[in-house]
């Protein structure tokens, strides 16, 4: 199951007045943690629960402290501590060593649902907002900004305004990839991005490729020649592209396109010399690209089947937009 946020909501939202729910987010986290502050969760009284917030030691437990949400429609604020011995953190078996502190807040129509619904058309019209959550054992009081200033962006995380607690963060929508090309080897680049929650959109005029039924976990499939495309409004939407059409005129035409987008990675298949072709043939200079082009595409990760070579573009892609390195942690892996 995808852990992005529009996910959970929209497992939420139909069902939102016919089950209770608690929304649980991480607020402050120490030391070592499977997920970081601002990760969140949902979670009903049939005993299920959307996205993660632990590798699943937690989330019996977070269930069973959410019930009390229910009890009295406020706010309950939970710690685990793996650094101490008598924190229950210990009697779980949790492994990461470090702090987790969740803030479980009771959803319903009677605190206007906490903005969530208000969040999930932002978030499917590809905007962004910034979410402020009190940090209370009362009433949930929490606060949703469409205007992204600096000063929101600066100020993620806890804050303490008034003498009273605050968490903000701001929330986008998951990342979005526009991959050019669908023959046989884009499949599993298209499952990876998707299985990652990532808006996949296909593209090829070709008929014969994106084939019904191959790509099934694309959001979206356009087949319309791409010289028609330069006013397509996704184009200032998605965050990356690849370009895998093996097609030297579609590869030309394909990066051109991409002049008129916001993406600030393009991945473009096949070797240098190939390349220069391409740009000669689009009329454009590496110079003149209005993207950085990554070519050739991916992380030096071995393997020539279409699942090892699709691993390590979306490997870079992801690296790219995350602001790594791409460099191993424990550093064992050497050429």
Excluded at 36 to 52: E, P, R, T
Excluded at 247 to 272: E, M
Aim: charged letters at 20%; a negative charge.
């Amino acid at each position: 199951m995808a852990n992005q946020l529009d996910k959970l909501l929209g497992h939420w939202l139909p069902q939102r007045d016919a089950q209770q729910w608690v929304l649980a987010t991480i607020i402050n986290t120490e030391g070592s943690s499977y997920r970081k502050a601002g990760a969140m969760m949902m979670i009903n009284d049939l005993g299920q629960y959307f996205g993660m917030l632990s590798g699943g030691c937690l989330e019996s437990d977070i269930m069973r402290q959410a019930r009390r949400c229910w009890d009295n429609a406020q706010n309950r604020i939970v710690k685990y501590d793996m650094r101490e011995e008598e924190d229950l953190a210990w009697q779980l078996g949790i492994g990461c060593g470090g702090m987790v502190e969740i803030l479980l807040q009771p959803v319903s129509q009677a605190n206007d649902y906490l903005h969530l619904h208000t969040l999930y058309g932002l978030l499917q019209n590809n905007q962004a907002g910034t979410y402020v959550q009190r940090i209370d054992q009362a009433k949930p009081y929490n606060q949703l900004s469409e205007a992204l200033t600096q000063d929101a962006l600066k100020n993620s995380g806890i804050q303490q305004i008034d003498n009273e607690r605050y968490f903000s963060q701001t929330i986008r929508s998951a990342y979005f990839l526009a991959i050019f090309g669908a023959g046989v080897d884009a499949r599993p680049v298209v499952a990876m991005a998707a299985a990652l929650g990532w808006q996949v959109l296909l593209l090829d005029p070709r008929s014969g490729y994106a084939r019904e039924g191959y790509f099934n976990d694309a959001q979206h499939i356009i087949r319309q020649p791409f010289e028609e495309l330069s006013q397509a409004r996704w184009l200032q939407q998605i965050d990356a592209a690849l370009v895998l059409t093996h097609n030297i005129k579609l590869d030309a035409q394909a990066l051109s396109l991409l002049q008129h987008s916001a993406a600030s990675y393009v991945g473009l298949l096949g070797p240098l010399h190939r390349t220069e072709r391409v740009l000669a043939h689009a009329r454009l200079s590496k110079q003149h690209l209005h993207y950085p082009l990554a070519n050739p595409v991916g992380l030096r990760l071995g393997g020539e089947l279409p699942e090892s070579i699709a691993l390590s573009m979306v490997s870079e892609v992801h690296a790219f937009l995350e602001k790594t390195d791409a460099q191993s942690i424990s550093r064992i892996v050497k050429p």
